[in-house]
C-alpha cells in the first residue's frame, strides 16, 4: 500500500523545492503549475488509498465471517474424504464427481489460508488442507506409473485415469502450499517427485515445454479423444504452461532445486514468447508441438483473464528467479485488456477477444474478475499507479453489487455484461476458490491499512 501513498508524496517535496530555488519567472510559473497538478494528484491518491483501504478491512472481514466458512461448510466430504462441490443460487446441485483440479484447489486454498492468519479456535483450516491432501495421496494418486489421476468418483474409485499436465501442476503448486502451511516435508518431496516425473514423460526435449495428455502409463495422447476434457490433444495450450509456470515458481522458492529452476526459466520464456507475447493482440490459446500458429474455432482469438493473469504470474515469476521484472510486458498486458476488454461503463472484464478489437465475448466470468483484481494489486503494490484508479473502483463495485451472493460473499459462475446471472452455480467441478479468495488476500494485502496506523479524514 506504500506505493500509492508515498511516491506522490515524495514527488510533491520535490517539486516545492524546485519552486522555491527557480529564478526564471516562466520556470516558476511552469512549477507552480505542476506543483498545483501534483498536489491535486497526491490529494486523489491519498483519498483512492482509504477507499481502497476501507475496500480491504470490509474484504478481509468478509473472507474471515461468510467466506471462508462457506467454502469449509459446503465442500467437505466428512464420510468419504476430499471435496465436494455442487452449490447454485437455485439450491444445491447433483455431484457424482470429484476431480483433480477443484480438490488440488482446496488444497492450495485451505493451506493458504491458514498461513495467511484465518484459521482460529473455530475454524482449523489446515485440518481441511489435510483433509483432501489425504484424500488425493489416498485415491489420485497412480502407485503403479506415478502421476495424479483426472477423476474418481465420490468415494475415490477411478473414473479418469488419464495424466493431464494442467492437473498435474495444480497438485504441485497445492502440495508446496501444504508444506508451507504444515512444514510436512513429505509433502514437498511430493511436489519434487512429480515434477521430476513430469519432466520425464512430459518434457519435450526436442522442442522445448511440454506435452500435456497422457494415458495412465504416461503414454502420450496426441489426438483428440472421449474423456480429454481440457484443451486439445496434440497441441500445447497457454493454459497448461501458464499453471505450470505458476507451479514452478513456488516450488523453486521453496525447494531451490536446480532442475526445477531451469524448468521454470524454460516455462517463462515459452509464455513471454509464444502465448502471451509483448504484444498482447498476438497473445494465442494453442501452438503446434514445434510452435507454429494453430487455425480453428477453439483456438481463435485471445483471453483477456489469461492475459492479465500471465503479466502477475509473470512478475512472480521473475521474483522468485531473481530477475529485474518486465513491467513493460506487465502494463502492455494490463492496458489491452482496459482498452478492450474492460466495460467502462459498468465495471468487470470481458472474457474473450480478438487482436486490437472489441470484445467477442462479452460474459463477466468469476475467475477473469478475479485475475483483474490481482494483476491491478500487483500494478499498485510497487509502483505508483493512479491511472488504474477508476477501473478498479468500478471493479470492486461491480463485484460487490452483481458478482457476489449478498448472503455470504461467494462469487458467481458468469453473469451478463449487465450484471444478470448466466451461470449462477457459486462451487462446481470447475470453480473452486482459489482464483477469488488468492485475489482477495492479494488486494488486501496490498491496500489494506492496519487500524492504528489510519488518520481521521
Known amino acids: 500500500m506504500t506505493a500509492i501513498i508515498s511516491q506522490p508524496g515524495l514527488h510533491c517535496r520535490r517539486l516545492r523545492s524546485q519552486a522555491h530555488t527557480g529564478s526564471d519567472l516562466r520556470g516558476l510559473l511552469s512549477l507552480t503549475l505542476a506543483l498545483v497538478f501534483t498536489l491535486f494528484l497526491c490529494r486523489s491518491s491519498a483519498q483512492a488509498a482509504a477507499r481502497f483501504s476501507d475496500y480491504a478491512a470490509g474484504y478481509r472481514a468478509q473472507l474471515k465471517n461468510s467466506i471462508l466458512p462457506y467454502w469449509q461448510d459446503s465442500t467437505l466430504d466428512a464420510e468419504r474424504g476430499g471435496f465436494i462441490l455442487g452449490d447454485s443460487l437455485t439450491g444445491k446441485t447433483e455431484v457424482k464427481e470429484k476431480q483433480l483440479v477443484s480438490q488440488a484447489r482446496l488444497v492450495w486454498t485451505f493451506s493458504y ?4 492468519g484465518y484459521s482460529d479456535s473455530k475454524r482449523d483450516y489446515l485440518k481441511s ?9 489416498s485415491h489420485f494418486q497412480d502407485p503403479t506409473h506415478g502421476g495424479f489421476f483426472w477423476k474418481t468418483d465420490l468415494s475415490g474409485k477411478t473414473l479418469n485415469s488419464r495424466k493431464i499436465l494442467y492437473g498435474e501442476a495444480f497438485v504441485i503448486y497445492a502440495f508446496v502450499e501444504y508444506y508451507r502451511a504444515s512444514g510436512d516435508r513429505d509433502a514437498l518431496q511430493q511436489a519434487l517427485a512429480l ?6 514423460k512430459a518434457h519435450d526435449r526436442a522442442n522445448g515445454g511440454w506435452f500435456e495428455h497422457f494415458l495412465a502409463d504416461w503414454t502420450p495422447i496426441l489426438k483428440e479423444q472421449d474423456g480429454i476434457e481440457v484443451e486439445i490433444p ?12 505458476e507451479a514452478l515458481a513456488e516450488l523453486v522458492e521453496v525447494s531451490h532445486d536446480s532442475e526445477a529452476t531451469r524448468a521454470l526459466e524454460e516455462c517463462l520464456k515459452i509464455n513471454q514468447k509464444y502465448f502471451y507475447p509483448r504484444d498482447p493482440a498476438r497473445s494465442a490459446f494453442h501452438k503446434t508441438p514445434d510452435w507454429k500458429a494453430v487455425d480453428g474455432p477453439r483456438s481463435a482469438g485471445l483471453s483477456y483473464g489469461h492475459n492479465v493473469e500471465f503479466a502477475w504470474l509473470m512478475i512472480r515469476a521473475e521474483q ?6 518486465s513491467w513493460d510486458h506487465f502494463d502492455a498486458h494490463l492496458d489491452h485488456t482496459l482498452r478492450f476488454g474492460y466495460d467502462h ?4 472484464v470481458y472474457l474473450k477477444g480478438v487482436e486490437n478489437e472489441p470484445a467477442v465475448s462479452t460474459d463477466k466470468v ?6 483483474m483484481l490481482a494483476a491491478f494489486s500487483e500494478a499498485y503494490k510497487s509502483r505508483s499507479k493512479p491511472r488504474y484508479n477508476q477501473p478498479l473502483f468500478s471493479l470492486l463495485d461491480f463485484l460487490a453489487k452483481y458478482q457476489a451472493d449478498p448472503k455470504d460473499g461467494i462469487w458467481l ?8 446471472p448466466k451461470v449462477p452455480s457459486k462451487a462446481n467441478l470447475w470453480k473452486a476458490n482459489y482464483h477469488d479468495v488468492r485475489a482477495i488476500v492479494k488486494f488486501i494485502e496490498t491496500f489494506e491499512i492496519p487500524p492504528q496506523q489510519r488518520v481521521r479524514r
Open 129 to 137: 488442507a489435510t483433509h483432501g491432501y489425504q484424500f488425493l495421496l
Open 345 to 348: 461503463l459498468r465495471g468487470g
Open 413 to 420: 459462475d458468469t453473469v451478463t455484461a449487465e450484471g444478470k
Open 366 to 371: 468469476w475467475w477473469v474478475q478475479a485475475e
Open 195 to 200: 515434477f521430476r516425473l513430469i519432466q520425464e
Open 234 to 245: 496434440g497441441l500445447k495450450s497457454a493454459n497448461a504452461h501458464l499453471h505450470l509456470m
Open 113 to 116: 489460508v491458514h498461513r495467511k
Open 320 to 325: 522468485v528467479l531473481g530477475r529485474r521484472p
